[in-house]
């Protein structure tokens, strides 16, 4: 079965530009995590769909991060205009059931951000 | 609010024990553990439901203590390959907002 792949592996940019990150989850996992995990960090939820809907985006910091899920597969999270305190790795999760109770995750490998 | 684990950090020898423990101020539906390795994605060990049940997963077991809300992960026999840094995420059920939230890990080192 194969894993959740994510797009870029790596991208550096300046700050005020803007970025973009593609996740495709597990086939047939209803819902999908975005995470931001800042070096020395645990992993920290910035968006959580179900289907193609938004469960929750609390902390999405939403004045500049956006994120969409099309059609309930693929998903890409956006950044614009980026700061440097959004050096990170994002990661990307999904799980199997249409509610995340009790729900294993599995991780895709991220993509490395650095904001010069 | 995110579950505090300890130690930061342990460095073992081939074939000794260790055990890592995650503690949270809420009462928690489920407790997730993770490996995360250098550059690489988290790996998912086991999960945790309420009712203080206890899980292996090779020679890593981990009990999850539902009253005093923490678990704790137990590395037995260490190998190499035991090599990284472990997360624990925990549900806190409120309002039926699931949400799992990660602590800030403990790396643990396996030397030869």
């Known amino acids: 079965e194969a894993g959740v792949a994510q797009s870029p592996r790596y991208k550096i940019i300046e700050k005020r530009q803007s970025v973009a990150f593609w996740c495709n989850p597990i086939s047939g996992h209803a819902t999908l995590y975005w995470y931001q995990q800042i070096l020395g960090q645990g992993p920290k939820l910035l968006i959580q769909?179900?289907?193609?809907?938004?469960?929750?985006d609390s902390q999405l910091p939403k004045d500049r991060f956006s994120a969409e899920r099309l059609k309930g597969v693929d998903s890409t999270l956006k950044i614009q205009p980026a700061k440097l305190e959004d050096s990170a790795v994002y990661l990307c999760?999904?799980?199997?059931?249409?509610?995340?109770?009790?729900?294993?995750?599995?991780f895709g490998p991220g993509t490395r951000l650095l904001v010069l | 609010q995110q579950p505090v684990q300890s130690p930061q950090a342990v460095i073992l020898r081939e074939g000794e024990d260790a055990v890592i423990n995650c503690s949270s101020s809420k009462a928690l539906y489920s407790v997730h553990w993770y490996r995360q390795k250098h550059g690489e994605a988290p790996v998912f060990l086991m999960i945790l439901l309420k009712g203080g049940e206890q899980k292996g997963h090779e020679k890593i077991s981990a009990s999850f203590n539902e009253k005093k809300q923490q678990s704790s992960l137990y590395l037995t026999a260490s190998q190499l390959s035991y090599s990284g840094t472990y997360f624990c995420g925990t549900e806190a059920p409120l309002s039926n907002d699931y949400k799992l939230s990660f602590g800030a890990g403990t790396t643990v080192t396996v030397r030869a």
């Open positions: 769909f179900q289907n193609n809907g938004v469960v929750d």
């Open positions: 999760a999904s799980s199997l059931g249409v509610t995340s109770v009790g729900e294993t995750q599995y």
